[in-house]
């Protein structure tokens, strides 16, 4: 079964930190576009960051660069998105997402239109107040 299932999301106050993980299954999504996007409430989802395919590159919103950290782990099943700093404005529902068949780079990976990513994940909640 091909799915993506995230976890480690929260509520921190102004500062701290989260780390999010994307588990992976099914597929190699690690040969293919993928990273994590977010919706907060009224908002369009946006692209936080992608990594270009087979891990090469990443690219980050101007937004969350410096705080924000992609990563994969060594198997290449499991993204995450280390998340540092956080600010009030950061809050919203985190999605894993993949787009198959896209082996491009991470810049060009951000510049798919949003249906390009066909499998997402169920999503989790991060919430930043004080």
């Known amino acids: 079964q091909v799915q993506l299932v995230e976890s480690g999301g929260g509520s921190v106050q102004p500062g701290g930190s989260l780390k999010l993980s994307c588990a992976g299954s099914g597929y190699d999504f690690w040969r293919f576009c993928w990273g994590w996007f977010r919706q907060a409430p009224g908002k369009e989802r946006e692209g936080v960051g992608i990594?270009?395919?087979?891990?090469?590159?990443?690219n980050y919103t101007d937004s969350v660069t410096g705080r924000f950290t992609i990563s994969q782990d060594n198997a290449k099943t499991t993204l995450y998105l280390q998340m540092n700093n956080l600010k009030p404005e950061d809050t919203a529902m985190y999605y894993c997402?993949?787009?198959?068949?896209?082996?491009?780079?991470?810049?060009?990976?951000?510049?798919?239109?949003?249906?390009?990513?066909?499998?997402w994940g169920q999503g989790t909640q991060v919430t930043v107040s004080s």
């Open positions: 997402a993949a787009a198959p068949g896209f082996r491009v780079s991470a810049t060009a990976c951000s510049a798919l239109r949003l249906r390009s990513f066909t499998i």
């Open positions: 990594i270009g395919a087979a891990g090469s590159t990443v």
